[in-house]
């Protein structure tokens, strides 16, 4: 994969001596894993390949049986693993994070890679030293399956009309767990990643407002994990983040309410998930088998919109074709994502009952 | 996520309105005394360009949609009762929907913090009192 990464992006080698700087070695990565052998060594050596090198690569093999703690330990990197299993991915990072010595600390997934100069990018904004943590854009590695070109659309949507916007007034809904680089001093002031919630990425955000803290974006940063290929996987990670969400909801509210931007994201963020779910699924079938059969177009209406910035960023990227071919997968997704959202509200804000087993994505 | 259904979906206008801010806010910065960083620009226009755009294919898709209906009755006469458009007023009222929606999200949201902000003050008050008490 390594050789691979060199062919997808010829970055030259001359920018590791740009970095050779007082700024080298400041940073410490943590890869959280469990049964990640097909993966992880394609996660290590992007790492490995940066142009802007960490000071050392924690993998913790949360008691893999598949052999992940041997192909990590092979590329050289240091392998933690705990007596038992954390039960989830805050409970791996957190285990390491006592053991860091460096100024700033990235969390990347085990099933993730990265472009060649994206630890550079993300270290120039938290550089800054009001900022606690930055996040990078996120595309799906693979791009094949209908769920993969759903997801593709959705991150293309959303990392390059709603993230960059919320950038700009300086609350990023949320720094992605799956790559995002943060000071280590403050990350270690409110305790880690916290397993209070399924969506310990988000937690970590808020918790980061709620305390005075500013969070950043960078586009420039970009990050390749593994989607779900399937059905199965992909309702275990939307199960989760859904919880998660509501869970960082119910968690959260009163400090949200505070922050008016903040307050205004997440607002019509519930309000699009209940209101907008409630129609696709009930309101939309029923006008369309009792009204007019038009009302099916509800379904795809939007499409066009969201296919504006989406295939911008196409044009941009050179993958328009592509970008074209995946769209029709959007609406399809975002059904899924409305069903599984609208069940994880119901659970999770009227019944009260709280999901707390992490189950894997992929 | 969602870019919002027409007439009930909140979370494009959020963004549209967000945009036209951020014009807003970069243009009178300045006359608050904060300078509009000239690097910020570049990316306003391009969310505009892709704001305006955006606004277009609602338009153009509406037109599409009619154009379509009005081939298809012309072949189909039988489809003549599914493809009553709405009136222009109806249609003006349903664009304004999301925004007007929005409004009301964001007062009770902002009536719900006065309500807590009241509540937690009235309630410090009592401690402050029962502990002057003898």
Redesign the interface.
């Known amino acids: 994969m390594s050789e691979m990464m060199r062919v997808l992006y010829p970055v030259s080698h001359h920018k590791k001596a740009i970095f050779g700087g007082p700024d080298d070695r400041q940073i410490t990565v943590i890869v959280p894993a469990h049964n990640e052998a097909a993966s992880v060594a394609d996660t290590i050596n992007s790492l490995l390949d940066q142009t802007l090198p960490p000071a050392k690569i924690i993998v913790v093999d949360d008691c893999s049986t598949d052999g992940t703690g041997d192909i990590a330990r092979a590329l050289g990197v240091t392998v933690l693993r705990p007596d038992k299993n954390t039960g989830s991915k805050a409970g791996a990072q957190t285990y390491a994070l006592s053991l860091i010595d460096t100024e700033f600390t990235i969390a990347i997934d085990a099933d993730s890679i990265l472009a060649p100069d994206a630890i550079q990018n993300l270290f120039q904004a938290i550089r800054n030293s009001d900022v606690a943590a930055a996040s990078g854009y996120v595309l799906p590695r693979y791009v094949k399956s209908l769920w993969e070109r759903g997801r593709y659309i959705?991150y293309l949507?959303?990392f390059s009309?709603?993230k960059?916007?919320q950038d700009?007034?300086e609350r990023p809904l949320i720094s992605s767990g799956c790559f995002s680089i943060y000071r280590t001093d403050v990350l270690r002031e409110i305790g880690g990643w916290s397993n209070r919630t399924l969506a310990e990425d988000m937690d970590l955000t808020w918790t980061l407002y709620a305390t005075g803290h500013k969070v950043r974006f960078v586009p420039e940063a970009v990050c390749y994990p593994i989607e779900p290929h399937n059905f199965h996987f992909l309702r275990c990670q939307l199960r989760r983040w859904s919880h998660g969400f509501n869970q960082n909801v119910i968690l959260h509210w009163?400090n949200v309410?505070?922050q008016p931007f903040l307050?205004?994201?997440v607002?019509?963020?519930l309000?699009?998930?209940i209101?907008?779910g409630a129609?696709?699924l009930f309101a939309l079938p029923l006008l369309s088998i009792l009204v007019?059969?038009?009302f099916v177009?509800?379904y795809v209406?939007?499409l066009?919109?969201?296919?504006?910035?989406v295939l911008?960023e196409g044009l941009r990227r050179r993958e328009f074709g592509h970008v074209l071919l995946s769209l029709p997968a959007y609406p399809v997704l975002?059904m899924v994502?409305?069903t599984i959202m609208l069940q994880a509200i119901w659970l999770e804000l009227v019944r009260k009952q709280s999901l707390r087993v992490y189950e894997k994505g992929h | 996520?969602?870019?919002?259904?027409?007439a009930?979906?909140?979370?494009?206008a959020?963004?549209l309105l967000?945009?036209v801010w951020?014009v807003l806010r970069e243009l009178t910065g300045p006359a608050k005394g904060n300078h509009s960083a000239r690097s910020?620009w570049p990316?306003?226009g391009k969310?505009v360009a892709?704001s305006l755009?955006?606004v277009v294919?609602?338009l153009?898709?509406r037109l599409l949609?009619q154009g379509v209906l009005k081939v298809a009755v012309e072949h189909m006469p039988g489809l003549a009762i599914?493809?009553t458009l709405p009136s222009g007023s109806f249609v003006l009222l349903m664009a304004a929907m999301p925004f007007i929606?929005?409004l009301l999200?964001?007062t009770c949201?902002h009536v719900?913090?006065l309500a807590?902000a009241s509540k937690s003050e009235a309630s410090r008050d009592d401690l402050a009192n029962a502990s002057q008490s003898p």
């Open positions: 959705e949507f959303a009309f709603f960059p916007i700009h007034f009163r309410l505070e307050r205004a994201t607002a019509v963020l309000w699009d998930a209101v907008t129609l696709m007019n059969p038009l177009l509800g209406i939007d066009p919109i969201i296919a504006v910035p911008v975002r994502n409305t | 996520m969602s870019a919002g259904l027409p009930t979906g909140v979370g494009g959020l963004y967000l945009v951020m910020r990316f306003i969310m892709i755009v955006m294919v609602v153009g898709e949609i599914y493809a929606l929005l999200l964001m949201l719900l913090r807590l």
